[in-house]
């Protein structure tokens, strides 16, 4: 497996009286080829534990193994940060260098790939998201539109070529538009590139049309893990800590409950207008 | 009463004719209406949000807040006092170490005794359920929670108006659904006049009129049944259509008789249900 927590418990401001219990016990298996949507409400915990994944935060207990190895005894965060990249909220905050490129650039440079290595894989990177290098390289990341500035912030992750790539809520604040062309390509990068991929996100229809497996965090802790058909139906459990279910979904469980027989096993669009046809024409 | 007469804003000065990012807009808010604008990244929303309270000015036309006009200094702050604004991204908006601090920012400004600052910033912090966390520090809340400390800020200074753009960006649908009963509680004790302007079209459905900007132009203005319902008019604004609506849509297309307006799970499930007694009243007599 490419990822293990074990028993991982952390606290802000550990040994202080101000002390803030994040993550309770999490034990977490991520394995080679999944896409987790990772989803619970604001302060479950979700960003405290995806920094977790790379070594930017260290367990106050419990231990974080990266390819069966532990992290800050048989692997430093250095070389983890050649595994796993993470994507930031709105990462095109943290864009700070004078061209498209150097700012793509300085990832792998600092991994230390060589200058003809950093050159092809920034290009690599710069087709995935959708921009063309020729276009944009040279020109400053901050006369970019929003949009296009994130792309960028994103390229700068994938040009590391990272085994796995974590996402913190990657389409927030971003249109319908914006959002699909994430979307698309983070599909083309699990499908395709066969890139591991850790997605955040408060969108569940989102993370249904996308994930093969979701983990629900509630309070620090994992409350319900797996396959987007069995946890999605679980539906009085995710309203609990204030989650909605995909729109479809809901529907179906909605029609149940008015007592008509009816499949819920679906959250696609498509898929709800067959079961619907069916028990209605 | 809001008043936009033939507002233009172009951010470049010099070709204001060239892609202007507001063209042209004429409208009326009232007061105690509750307006949702809808548009996509680069629809204009957020300039017309600015414009609002003279954050911005425009280039052409004129905005005025009950017959103030933006555009004249000596009003600038009058106009302030009654347009509260609230924007994306909360860490832009949070100054102080400690929340209450942060929420008093504003009613300080306004030269309130004290007694009157605590009991706003204590309402403004009960209102967006964040009294117990009145003590702590705004960089160690979630997201969500600074959120909810930017909009206490706003309420504090009691405004007559208030602008949100795009408050719910960042939050969980339990965060949104919070600050949807804020605003409804909001509307009912004070009767606020709420400018919210958004590209999630479920935040829309409960508006009491919804305007759609595309490319700097109102391309709808109407009820929100009317609106939402027109997936196509959507779609070419950049708005994605509501997911009931698509399916209704789909539904009709294969013979079901829907109503074509349908934009939530609950008018949905309605629907099919008296479909489903009619097809049993027919089977019966069959």
Redesign the interface.
């Known amino acids: 497996m490419l990822l293990e927590l074990q028993d991982v418990s952390f606290s ?1 401001m550990h040994n202080t009286a101000l002390t ?1 219990q994040a993550l309770k016990g999490i034990n977490f298996i991520l394995t080679d080829g999944e896409f987790v949507g990772l989803i ?4 479950s915990g979700k960003s405290t534990l995806i920094q977790h994944f790379n070594g930017l935060l260290s367990p106050t207990q419990g231990k974080v193994l990266i390819e069966g190895k532990e992290l800050g005894r048989e692997i430093s965060p250095r070389s983890v940060r050649k595994i796993v990249g993470l994507v930031f ?2 990462p095109e905050n943290q864009l700070f260098a004078e061209t498209v490129f150097d700012d793509v650039a300085f990832g792998p440079r600092n991994l230390g790939f060589s200058e003809a290595e950093t050159k092809r894989e920034v290009k690599e990177a710069l087709r995935i998201v959708g921009l063309n290098a020729e276009h944009f390289k040279d020109r400053s990341p901050f006369s970019l ?3 296009e500035m994130r792309k960028v912030a994103i390229a700068g992750v994938l040009a590391m070529k990272p085994k796995i790539l974590v996402l913190d ?1 990657p389409t ?8 699909q062309e994430i979307l698309s390509y983070l599909k083309y990068l699990h499908q395709k590139m066969g890139l591991t991929i850790v997605l955040v996100s ?1 969108n ?2 989102e993370v249904a049309s996308l994930a093969t497996r979701i983990v629900i965090l509630n309070e620090g802790e994992i409350i319900s893990s797996g396959e987007p058909k069995e946890v999605f139906f679980e539906a009085e459990k995710l309203r609990q ?4 279910i ?3 979904a ?2 179906l469980l ?2 149940k409950e ?1 007592g ?1 027989d009816i499949q819920t096993n679906s959250f696609a ?2 898929e ?2 067959e079961i ?2 069916g028990a ?2 | 009463m809001i008043n936009f007469a033939d507002v233009s804003y172009a951010y470049k000065k010099n070709s204001p004719e060239k892609n202007p990012a507001l063209n042209r807009i004429n409208l009326d808010i009232s007061e105690g209406e509750f307006v949702v604008f809808l548009g ?3 629809s204009g929303k957020s300039t017309l949000a600015k414009l609002l309270n003279g954050l911005l000015l425009p280039s052409y036309g004129k905005v005025t807040i009950d017959g103030l006009d933006t555009k004249n200094p000596d009003d600038l702050w009058l106009i302030r006092e009654r347009v509260g604004m609230v924007f ?2 909360p860490d832009n908006q949070i100054v102080a170490t400690v929340v209450e601090e942060d929420v008093a920012f504003g009613p300080e400004n306004l030269g309130l005794p004290a007694s009157e600052i605590r009991t706003r910033v204590d309402e403004a912090l009960a209102t967006v359920k964040l009294r117990d966390h009145a003590r702590r520090e705004p960089h ?1 809340l ?4 600074k959120q909810r400390v930017a909009i206490a800020g706003a309420l504090a200074m009691r405004p007559k108006y208030l602008v949100l753009d ?1 408050p719910t ?7 949104r ?1 919070e600050i949807k009963e804020i605003l409804h509680a909001l509307r009912a004790r004070f009767k606020t006049t709420i400018v919210y302007i958004t ?1 999630f079209v479920e935040e829309a459905i409960e508006a009491d009129r919804v305007l759609l900007l595309q490319s700097g132009r109102v391309t709808a203005d109407g009820a929100p049944k009317k609106i939402l319902s027109d997936a196509d008019k959507l779609k070419k604004a ?3 259509p ?3 609506s ?2 209704a849509r ?2 009709l297309k ?3 008789k829907l109503p074509p307006d349908i934009l939530t ?2 008018e ?2 309605e629907s ?2 008296s ?2 007694s009619a ?1 049993e009243i027919y089977d019966s007599k069959k």
């Open positions: 802000y803030r619970g409400p604001t302060g909220q709105f539109s929003g949009g809520e927030a604040g971003l249109d319908a538009l914006g959002r408060h569940m229809d800590v204030g989650l909605d995909p729109q479809s809901a529907l909605a029609l008015k008509i669009l498509e709800t207008k619907i046809l209605f024409r | 996509h990244n680069g994306q991204n160690l979630s997201g969500g929670e795009e960006s960042q939050l969980d649908p339990g965060g659904k590209h950049g708005v994605q509501l997911p009931m698509v399916l789909k539904l294969s013979g079901l799970v609950e949905m499930t099919l249900c479909l489903n097809k």
